[in-house]
C-alpha cells in the first residue's frame, strides 16, 4: 500500500520560499504538498503523492430518471510526509463541503485534482479522515483508447466501471492502482431498483420513503479501478459453494436465459482455478450482467466481475482468474498491465487445455504462426510491442498485453516443466497477495523459483524486445 514520491519541494526550499500557503500550516511542523499524480508512466495524473489510503466509507444516493448522484466519501489515510497541502482525484462532480478530521478545510479544483489545504500540517504517520460531499451528474469518461468508462447511463440504471481512470468520476480517490483500501459502499436507489457493488452485503437492503438503501462491505484491499456499482432491475441468485463461499449473481432480466447455464458453472471454474492458481483471496464471488449495449468491454471488478450481456464460458474464466491476478496481486503501475490480462489470457488456454480443447501449446503456435485470427492485420498486431512496454496509454489494452503477454508465460512453462510452472504461479499469488507487484518483481520471482535457469533471453525476446521473436 505504499509507493513513491513524486518531486515536491524540500522543506529547505520551502523555508527560503517563505510561502506559508504552500509550504507552512501552523503547530511547528512544516510540511510539504503531496504533490498530483504518483508518476505512473502512462497516466501521469492517476493518483497522488504524500498519504496512503486505508478506507473508503461510500454513501450514494442515484437517482436514473434525473441521473442525479450525491455522495459523503470519507477517506481514511495515512500521511506519508508531513503534508501541508494534498490532492484527490475527481472529475466532474460539484464539491458541497469538505472537512478533515471534522474541521471544515478549503479545497480548489483544477481538472481531475481537488486540492485539500488541511486546517493543521498533517505530520508524517497521522491517520487522517477527509470527508467530502458532492452532488451532480456524474461523467462518462472516454479512455485514450476509445472505450469509455467511468459512469456509465445503462438501459434500466447505471454503471461504474473503473479501468484505468474511471473511480474518479464517482468518488473523490487516489485513483491509482498502487493505493489499495478496504471499502464500504452504502447506496441508495429509487424503490423498485436494486444496487449491485463489491463484497458482502453487510444487512438486507431497508427501504423507507420510496428509497431502497444496499449497503456493501469490502475487507480485502481494493483498488480503486475494481471499485463498481450496478444500478438497475436484477435478477439476484444467491448460493453458496461446496466450500461456504457466497455466491452473488445479478442477471439483468433480458440476459437471464442466455446467461444461466454459463454463470451455473462459476462454482466449477472457482474449484479449477483454485486448484491451479491456489485458494481464492476473497470471501465472496458471483457476476452482474448487464445487457449487451450497457458497456462494450467485461471488467474484473472486485468479488463479481462484470459482462455486457451473457458472457462465453472463456470470458467468465478470464475474469474470474482476474481476482488472483489483477485484483489480489494488483500492478504497481498501469506499464505492468501485461501481469494482469497475461495471466487472465493463459488461464482461457489453460481451461482449453483441461477441457477437450486446444492445448495451450496449439494456441501458442497459432499465434506465433499467424493463424489464430481470420484477418492478417490482427495476427500482425501481436507483434506490435513488447508487452512490458506498450507504446502509450491508448495501447495498455491491445493483443501485445494479452496474447502476447499470455506468451511470456506459456515460454516460461516450457523452460522449467509444468509441476514448477504451477509452482510459480500459485507461488506469485500467494507471495503478492492482497498487494501489488511490477513486471521486475515478477521476472525475479521466476528467476528464484527456478535456480540455475537463465531467462534473460526470453525477457530480452518475448516481454521487452520489438517485433517478433525468433524462432527459438
Ligand atoms: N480488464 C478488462 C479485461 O480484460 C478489459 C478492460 C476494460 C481494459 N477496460 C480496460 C483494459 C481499460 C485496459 C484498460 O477483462
Ligand atoms: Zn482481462
Request: glycine fraction near 10%; aromatic fraction near 10%; charge should be negative.
Amino acid at each position: 500500500m505504499s509507493r513513491s514520491v513524486p518531486l515536491v519541494p524540500t522543506a529547505t526550499a520551502c523555508a527560503l520560499a517563505l510561502v506559508l500557503t504552500a509550504c507552512g500550516g501552523t503547530g511547528g511542523v512544516h510540511g510539504t504538498p503531496g504533490g498530483a499524480g504518483v508518476a505512473d508512466p502512462y497516466f501521469p495524473k492517476a493518483g497522488n503523492g504524500g498519504y496512503d489510503v486505508t478506507h473508503y466509507a461510500l454513501t450514494l444516493a442515484y437517482t436514473p430518471d434525473t441521473h442525479d448522484l450525491t455522495g459523503t466519501a470519507e477517506i481514511t489515510a495515512r500521511a506519508t510526509h508531513n503534508l501541508s497541502a494534498y490532492d484527490l482525484d475527481l472529475k466532474g462532480m460539484k464539491v458541497d463541503a469538505l472537512t478533515v478530521d471534522g474541521k471544515t478545510a478549503p479545497w480548489t479544483r483544477t481538472g481531475q485534482e481537488l486540492t485539500v489545504r488541511p486546517p493543521s500540517t498533517l505530520p508524517k504517520g497521522k491517520t487522517f479522515r477527509t470527508t467530502v460531499r458532492y452532488s451532480g451528474t456524474p461523467e462518462t469518461i472516454t479512455d485514450p483508447d476509445g472505450s469509455e468508462e467511468g459512469w456509465l447511463r445503462t438501459a434500466d440504471g447505471a454503471l461504474a466501471l473503473g479501468e484505468p481512470t474511471g473511480a474518479m468520476a464517482w468518488f473523490p480517490a487516489d485513483d491509482h492502482p498502487s493505493d489499495k483500501a478496504t471499502y464500504d459502499i452504502t447506496i441508495t436507489v429509487p424503490k423498485g431498483l436494486q444496487a449491485v457493488s463489491n463484497g458482502e452485503l453487510r444487512t438486507e437492503p431497508t427501504t423507507r420513503a420510496g428509497r431502497t438503501t444496499y449497503s456493501w462491505r469490502t475487507t480485502h484491499p481494493m483498488a480503486t479501478y475494481l471499485a463498481t456499482v450496478a444500478i438497475g432491475h436484477y435478477d439476484i441468485t444467491r448460493t453458496t459453494m461446496k466450500n461456504g463461499l457466497p455466491v452473488y449473481v445479478a442477471v439483468d432480466p433480458q440476459e437471464a436465459a442466455a446467461s444461466r447455464k454459463v454463470l451455473a458453472r462459476i462454482p466449477e471454474i472457482m474449484e479449477w482455478e483454485e486448484y491451479n492458481f491456489g485458494p481464492y483471496p476473497f470471501s465472496s464471488t458471483g457476476a452482474i450482467v448487464d445487457r449487451r449495449g450497457d458497456a462494450g468491454y467485461a471488467l474484473e471488478t472486485q468479488n463479481r466481475p462484470f459482462f455486457p450481456g451473457a458472457p462465453d464460458t472463456a470470458t467468465l474464466v478470464h475474469e474470474l482468474a482476474h481476482q488472483w491476478y489483477g485484483d489480489s496481486v494488483t500492478p504497481k503501475t498501469w506499464r505492468d498491465m501485461w501481469l494482469n490480462e497475461g495471466f487472465a489470457t493463459y488461464a482461457e488456454w489453460l481451461w482449453s487445455e483441461d477441457h477437450d480443447g486446444d492445448t495451450a501449446q496449439q494456441t501458442f503456435d497459432a499465434l506465433y504462426d499467424g493463424t489464430y485470427y481470420d484477418d492478417p492485420s490482427d495476427n500482425e498486431a501481436i507483434w506490435a510491442f513488447p508487452p512490458a512496454r506498450p507504446t502509450s496509454a491508448a495501447h495498455i489494452s491491445d493483443s501485445p498485453v494479452y496474447e502476447r503477454g499470455a506468451m511470456v508465460l506459456h515460454k516460461i512453462r516450457r523452460a522449467v516443466g509444468d509441476a514448477r510452472f504451477y509452482d510459480i504461479i500459485q507461488g506469485w499469488a500467494a507471495a503478492h497477495r492482497y498487494g501489488n507487484a511490477n513486471t521486475a518483481d515478477f521476472t525475479a520471482y521466476v528467476e528464484k523459483m527456478a535456480p540455475g535457469k537463465d531467462f534473460s533471453g526470453i525477457w530480452k525476446a518475448w516481454l521487452y524486445g520489438d517485433g517478433k521473436p525468433a524462432r527459438p
